[in-house]
């Protein structure tokens, strides 16, 4: 159980902002989302915020999925990775990517491993030193924005890991597992 109670249908409120989750969600309420009503304020803010995130980007989903991933591994949100892993498969994952990935916590390394290639190193690299640093070195800075290419899908990439880390604290500090 996670350290705050799950809302029930009976408590979660108010109305439309609960059907429009259902109606982006498809009919049902996540978890997260029985947690994240406990503040109705937070829970419209966070769902335009993340809903952008997740769909209005010009990022590649494939890439968008990785970073994604690369967080939950690295925070040990397994809720997280629980919901973001089929995507990273459906956006052109190997299981043997999934698979470093699943393992990237244990050893922040594996963003160098062969199983990725060259541009899937680079925003690994920029991932675990966002991710466990904070601070970002210039160099894994730099390669990150040549392989992307342009300064809009840098901050993308930037703003994607951020806001997944912002996800990962919120679901690792409630104890929120899949």
Not at 40 to 59: H, N
Not at 60 to 76: D, H, I, K, T
Request: glycine content about 8%.
């Amino acid at each position: 159980m996670p350290r705050l109670p799950l809302l029930t249908d009976d408590q979660v409120g108010p109305p439309d902002l609960v059907a429009a989750i259902r109606q982006r969600r498809g009919g049902d309420l996540l978890d997260l989302d029985r947690l994240l009503l406990h503040s109705p304020a937070f829970a419209a803010g966070w769902g335009e915020f993340m809903g952008r995130v997740r769909g209005s980007l010009a990022l590649s989903p494939l890439l968008r999925e990785l970073a994604m991933c690369g967080v939950a591994a690295l925070n040990g949100a397994d809720f997280e990775m629980h919901h973001h892993a089929p995507l990273y498969r459906a956006a052109g994952a190997t299981e043997a990517q999934l698979a470093a990935v699943h393992r990237l916590g244990d050893d922040p390394a594996l963003a160098a491993d062969p199983v990725f290639d060259a541009d899937q190193q680079a925003v690994l690299a920029l991932v675990v030193e966002m991710t466990r640093q904070v601070k970002v070195d210039a160099a894994t800075f730099d390669c990150a924005r040549t392989v992307l290419g342009s300064d809009a899908l840098m901050f993308e990439l930037v703003g994607v890991i951020a806001a997944y880390n912002m996800v990962a604290r919120i679901l690792v500090a409630l104890d929120l597992k899949p």
